[in-house]
């Protein structure tokens, strides 16, 4: 009796809401027709500018994240107070208010290995890891909501929207892309994997076909601007008394991170056999490098630090 009285009067002053909050995403068949595999995120706004998704980070709005695994189109995935999110932890700690509430899926690709693993992982489309600019991922269209921890409620999301693919830069007259298929590793992730290159030609190069150059090749993080493209790079490229060398910058983006550090690696497979022995080759030969190792010379920055 002494219990029930406990819970009528906590639950007259509000602090036990009739229904935890909780938000439920689905994504419309019209977005995808399969079963998904992947994860659920829901991000919190006080502004629509850009969206949701997109202030999210280590500094910004509030994101919780659960993984789904097969969900069928309309069948929601569950968000609550004991999914954790950042950098307010848990649902029931968002301060009362009107929000924009924004879903997204990001969508696994199942990958059966050589080494004798199959994991579920997120296949880059040429957008470096970003998830939430990846081809393919479903998002849905900020929605108004009111959010009180203490009077609960479910908020219903639908992803209705598909994310489009990447455009790739196409050559110019001094950029050229390399893209080639790696069997390397292609053998051991179990699908095809692609390598890219992004080629910055010397002043002359089509002026003199006999000529051969040294290279300089950049690492760093994933990207596909051109090397030697603005400011005090680009005029130093222009000079006409610039030293005449290819400058070679590499895009190798793996299911964990937005490039393999360009080594061999027992989790992420031999991408430094594959850069060293498929991707370089191909790039030397397409564009009349030396092809020696004195004409060689790495350079970079975090990855390639």
Not at 101 to 124: C, L, M, P, Q, S
Not at 198 to 210: A, I, N, Q, S, W
């Amino acid at each position: 009796m002494l219990r029930l009285v406990v819970l009528a009067a906590l639950g007259a002053y509000g602090a036990i809401p009739a229904q935890p909050l909780r938000v439920e995403i689905r994504f419309a068949k019209s977005a995808r027709g399969e079963p998904l595999t992947g994860r659920a995120y829901v991000a919190f706004a006080r502004k629509a500018d850009p969206s949701p998704i997109d202030q999210t980070g280590s500094t910004g709005v509030p994101l919780y994240g659960v993984d789904v695994s097969n969900l069928a189109p309309g069948e929601p995935a569950v968000i609550d107070a004991s999914t954790f999110g950042h950098p307010i932890e848990s649902l029931s700690g968002l301060p009362p208010g009107e929000y924009l509430a924004e879903g997204f899926f990001n969508v696994y690709t199942r990958f059966d290995r050589a080494d004798g693993k199959t994991i579920w992982a997120h296949a880059d489309r040429w957008e470096g890891q970003d998830w939430k600019r990846s081809p393919g991922n479903l998002f849905g269209k900020p929605v108004k909501v009111t959010v009180d921890p203490a009077k609960g409620g479910t908020i219903a999301l639908e992803c209705t929207e598909v994310l489009p693919p990447i455009e790739l830069p196409k050559d110019t007259a001094d950029v050229k892309h390399v893209l080639i298929e790696s069997p390397r590793l292609s053998k051991f992730w179990g699908r095809k994997v692609e390598l890219a290159a992004t080629v910055r030609l010397p002043k002359g190069f089509d002026e003199h076909p006999d000529a051969r150059y040294p290279v300089v090749y950049m690492q760093d993080h994933f990207s596909l601007r051109p090397p030697a493209g603005r400011g005090s790079g680009e005029r130093f490229w222009s000079a006409e008394d610039s030293p005449r060398f290819l400058l070679v910058t590499f895009q190798h983006p793996t299911p964990f991170y937005d490039d393999s550090y360009a080594v061999n690696s027992a989790n992420n497979g031999p991408y430094g056999d594959a850069i060293v022995e498929e991707l370089i080759p191909e790039v030397e030969k397409r564009f009349r490098a030396v092809g020696e190792p004195w004409s060689r010379m790495l350079t970079g920055g975090s990855t390639g630090g």
